[in-house]
Structures are given as structure tokens and as C-alpha cells.
T-cell receptor, first 113, second 116 residues
Framework: EAQVTQNPRYLITVTGKKLTVTCSQN?????MSWYRQDPGLGLRQIYY???????DKGDVPEGYKVSRKEKRNFPLILESPSPNQTSLYFC????????????FGSGTRLTVV | AQSVAQPEDQVNVAEGNPLTVKCTYS??????LFWYVQYPNRGLQFLLK????DNLVKGSYGFEAEFNKSQTSFHLKKPSALVSDSALYFC??????????????WGLGTSLAVNP
């Protein structure tokens, strides 16, 4: 089954403790992206990647890092999480230039206390 | 500036009745428009898209959307609502200024409640 898998689904952590949210897709998509979803603000792009070793900032990249060492994986790293990063995070993948829709993961609900 | 507006936070409809979820957009040039649905505790799922061609676009689960260029609207419709259609619906437009970044500009979502 074609899918984007995120882990963990839920995470509660403390301020400053480094964490990684994993994202993996099995569709051989070149393009991947991370979004955060917040009430009243909708979906905002954090980072995106056009292909292996090619990443760039989205609209709200502060406090986040990403890497793309393999085509299938696109982890989101919070080096020093803060409470304002409490949010629902989604990973998505898609084929660039084809106007296809994204395939989204099921989301990771992160709480930073 | 490009934007997408979903003027209704919530839409309530009785099962079996037609439903409409509204979306208006503001972009320069020809828009690429999308509808996604988010069920509770799930990721967003693609419903349908308009790129070019027929103004009436058919998508998944019996949904369709009508592109109206003069009114800059892309309303989502279904002739007969099901209780299982209850979810959060997002309208989005492709950001044409994003270059190779396939970034979408999202509306804030409309919560659809279908009552039995």
C-alpha cells in the first residue's frame, strides 16, 4: 500500500530535549515536505526537499532541521524544543511538476512542556 | 498576495441532503486548486483538483467541485451527504511564486457535520 509513515503519533517532551520525528514514504517520490497545523493558522510549511541531499526552508523553519540522506526518509529534528513548537505535524510527499496531490502521513501530535 | 478563504468555520447538513463547502481564492494567473479532507486522528487525504479544462471536477467519495473564474471560487459539493462525510475540509491553491517548491496555500478549514 502506498503510504507515508510518521512516527511517533504522539509525543510529550520537555523543553530543550532533542527529538526526531521520522517520516518514510514507499512511493519513490522525489519531493517531500513537513507542515505544522495550528488552530487559526492552518497548515504552514516548515521545510521541503526536492530530492536526496536537496532541502530548503519553507515558511516557518526556525527551530527545526531536516535531512534527506535517502529518497524514502525525511526526518524532522527539533534540536531544542520549546513550548511554541507544540503542534500537529504532517509529513507529505509528491512528484514535482506533475500537479499531483500530496500524500500525507497520519500526523504527529507533539506537546512540549 | 495569494490567499485562500473558507468563509464558513462549520457547515451542518442533514444526511441525504446536498452539501456545499465554500472556497474562494486570490491568485495571479491561472490557479491550481485542490480540496483535501481530514478525518479525526488522520492525515489529510486528497479529494480532487482543478488544473485546467472542464469547470466541474469530479473526485473521490462522490465529491465534486465547481471552478468559477469570474467569482474566483472553487466550492466543494456532494449531491447526497453521508454521516461518514463528517470531517474537516481544506481548500488549497498552489503557490505559483514558490518556484520548484510545490507549496500549497491552505485555507483554515471547514468542519462539516452531517446529522443522521
Amino acid at each position: 500500500e502506498a503510504q507515508v509513515t510518521q512516527n511517533p503519533r504522539y509525543l510529550i517532551t520537555v523543553t530543550g530535549k532533542k527529538l526526531t520525528v521520522t517520516c518514510s514514504q514507499n512511493m519513490n517520490h522525489e519531493y517531500m515536505s513537513w507542515y505544522r497545523q495550528d488552530p487559526g493558522l492552518g497548515l504552514r510549511q516548515i521545510y521541503y526537499s526536492m530530492n536526496v541531499e536537496v532541502t530548503d526552508k519553507g515558511d516557518v523553519p526556525e527551530g527545526y532541521k531536516v535531512s534527506r540522506k535517502e529518497k524514502r526518509n525525511f526526518p524532522l529534528i527539533l534540536e531544542s524544543p520549546s513550548p511554541n513548537q507544540t503542534s500537529l505535524y504532517f509529513c507529505a510527499s509528491g512528484i514535482p511538476g506533475t500537479a499531483y496531490g500530496y500524500t500525507f502521513g497520519s500526523g504527529t501530535r507533539l506537546t512540549v512542556v | 498576495a495569494q490567499s485562500v478563504a473558507q468563509p464558513e468555520d462549520q457547515v451542518n447538513v442533514a444526511e441525504g441532503n446536498p452539501l456545499t463547502v465554500k472556497c474562494t481564492y486570490s491568485v495571479s494567473g491561472n490557479p491550481y486548486l485542490f480540496w483535501y479532507v481530514q478525518y479525526p486522528n488522520r492525515g489529510l487525504q486528497f479529494l480532487l483538483k482543478y488544473i485546467t479544462g472542464d469547470n466541474l471536477v469530479k473526485g473521490s467519495y462522490g465529491f465534486e467541485a465547481e471552478f468559477n473564474k469570474s467569482q474566483t471560487s472553487f466550492h466543494l459539493k456532494k449531491p447526497s451527504a453521508l454521516v461518514s462525510d463528517s470531517a474537516l475540509y481544506f481548500c488549497a491553491v498552489r503557490d505559483i511564486n514558490a518556484g520548484n517548491n510545490r507549496k500549497l496555500i491552505w485555507g483554515l478549514g471547514t468542519s462539516l457535520a452531517v446529522n443522521p
